[in-house]
């Protein structure tokens, strides 16, 4: 054990700072455990919808302020096989995409350009502080007096959601620059340039992935707002109808496939950032 | 003619610091680091520079390096003033500073620039040879061990040839096995290489083990106390009555105002 442990210093160093120590998250790391990691990771959930379906057989929840998840799921498969959700579904993911896409396109070369420059960071760094805490619902007059009533105001509205995350996370990564590396790149006369593409931006990339993926979180929960300008499909329109008609078992759909399509862009981002940053070693919990 | 043709490449590697001071300003006052340094290091010499910490040993280094001004007086390598960082100078640091993102064989690209793809490929293998990481060209430095990584920040610095190369505690964080180790290996490269060395370390017997000569540094403000010459062969043997006797010099040259405490022996 121990001279298996000596071999293999350096890949088990990293695997224990990875990690956190502890017979627990050793043994959670086994092949075997798998399927033990996966139903840890749905107990808590699979608890509660438990508990609130029998609080429903029991009668304590009244089904119009809360239906019970049976209910929830037969509105699911009801609007799955009519093809409204994933309408709805397809329509909103359009709209978050098109919104973050943008985001991502002014609000990364900008971040960077900030990160780089002084001046510039000067420049805008009132106008981004004071715009920064304005809910994008705030901005729906302004967006349909300017957008009118179409796709591009409920895009801005995303986009507006999604950018500032964005922006704020690649000026911090670029800003967290090894002052080490920096030396270094001093010493060896490295140009601008090179200095920029292969010592700022790798160093920046955690923070710019983390920019994304809030960006893109912000852009999912900003949809629903975006969908109160006279929309006529999406989730977020799926919610503000069914609340309308009181329909609350549809309006827990239209949260939860939010909350899913969450998730799952997360995951796809995730999995990038895994791919691209395989050097960095970090404290993941014990 | 030949002998002229030498002596003027000699001196075109010749470092000659100072007379200089350095002060650093602070909110709550100034601090003079530095007070009237002279060092005069001839190419192709090896220096070791101890001190304590805080005396400015590594100030002195960085000023050499570029990385500093001086408050005035000046640096000349070859006759020519420093001004700034420059790669007739290569630098090692306490820690590796290795990009973490880039692949060893990247690593040491990184200090290379302007030239063929295949003259980059060949320096870079040359010098893995050097640290002896032939197998390590695709390594990410986190596969590394502290005194591997250490190996590959000295060919990344060796690999544009500099005239001088400064190294600051670079054994430093490392155990004491590694760093005998990476002591013999250094040693290995400067007589394979020839290239003039200044060493910065507050490990008495690493200064004696490397340089031509020891330079004792005292602090508030740092000034060279005095410069021992060591004329032992190498590679010197740390237990030779010799070495002992020229640690115990050292060992003194610290400790002037009392008598030492105790009896220094190993």
Redesign the interface.
């Known amino acids: 054990m121990t001279g298996g442990l000596a071999a293999e ?3 088990a160093r ?1 695997a224990g700072q990875q990690t956190g120590s502890g017979a627990a998250v050793a043994a959670l790391r086994s092949p075997l455990a798998g399927l033990g990691r996966l139903a840890l990771y749905l107990a808590l959930p699979a608890a509660l919808v438990a508990a609130w379906q029998t609080a429903y057989e029991l009668g304590y929840i009244r089904p119009i302020l809360l239906p019970p998840p049976t209910k929830v799921a037969g509105a699911f498969v009801e609007l799955a096989v009519s093809g409204d959700l994933f309408r709805h579904l397809g329509v909103s993911l359009l709209r978050v995409l098109e919104g973050f896409a943008i985001a991502v396109l002014i609000g990364l070369p900008l971040g960077i350009g900030i990160g780089l420059s002084r001046l510039l960071d000067r420049l805008t760094d009132l106008i981004i502080q004071l715009t920064k805490p304005i809910p994008p619902i705030a901005w729906i007059p302004l967006a349909i007096l300017w957008f009118g009533i179409g796709e591009a105001g409920k895009v801005y509205i995303i986009f507006l959601g999604a950018i500032f995350p964005i922006l704020v996370n690649t000026i911090d990564g670029i800003r967290q620059t090894d002052h ?2 920096v ?2 790149a ?6 601008r340039g ?1 200095f920029i593409r ?2 700022v931006l ?2 920046a ?1 955690p923070n710019i992935m983390t920019g994304l993926r809030v960006g893109l979180m912000v852009a999912w929960i900003c949809v629903v707002a975006a969908e109160l300008i006279a929309a006529s499909s999406g989730l977020g329109y799926l919610i503000t109808d069914a609340r309308q008609m009181s329909q609350t078992d549809q309006v827990l759909v239209g949260m939860i496939t939010i909350g899913a399509m969450g998730k799952l862009l997360d995951v796809v981002l995730r999995a990038a950032e895994r791919r691209l ?5 970090t404290f993941s919990g014990r | 003619m030949a002998a002229s043709a030498a002596a003027s490449a000699a001196r075109a590697d010749d470092l000659l610091v100072g007379p200089l001071s350095k002060t650093f300003t602070l909110k709550t006052g100034s601090v003079q680091a530095l007070s009237d340094i002279r060092l005069d290091v001839p190419g192709g010499r090896f220096i070791s520079i101890v001190g304590s910490s805080g005396c400015g040993k590594s100030t002195l280094l960085r000023i050499i390096a570029g990385l500093e001004t001086s408050d005035g007086g000046a640096v000349t390598l070859g006759g020519r003033p420093v001004a700034g960082p420059g790669l007739d100078r290569g630098v090692i640091f306490q820690e590796h500073r290795l990009l973490p993102w880039l692949t060893v064989e990247q690593n040491i690209a990184f200090a290379l620039k302007n030239l063929p793809k295949a003259e980059i490929a060949r320096r870079v293998r040359e010098h893995l040879e050097l640290v002896g990481l032939d197998g390590f060209a695709n390594a990410h430095p986190h596969q590394l061990s502290g005194g591997m990584a250490q190996r590959v920040a000295i060919a990344r610095a060796l690999v544009n040839r500099p005239r001088v190369l400064l190294l600051d505690e670079p054994f430093g964080a490392l155990d004491a096995l590694t760093r005998i180790q990476m002591q013999q290996e250094i040693l290995r490269i400067w007589q394979a290489q020839r290239t003039t060395m200044v060493l910065v370390t507050h490990d008495i017997d690493e200064a004696i083990f490397l340089g031509d000569e020891v330079v004792v540094m005292s602090s508030r403000p740092g000034t060279i106390k005095t410069v021992l010459p060591v004329r032992l062969p190498r590679p010197r043997d740390r237990s030779s009555p010799d070495f002992i006797t020229l640690r115990k010099d050292i060992h003194r040259e610290f400790f002037t105002a009392a008598e030492l405490p105790f009896a220094y022996e190993i």
């Open positions: 210093a350096p890949s990293r080490r590396h030396e270094l001093r010493v060896l006369e490295v140009t090179r292969q010592v790798p160093g990339l940053v395989t050097w960095k070693s």
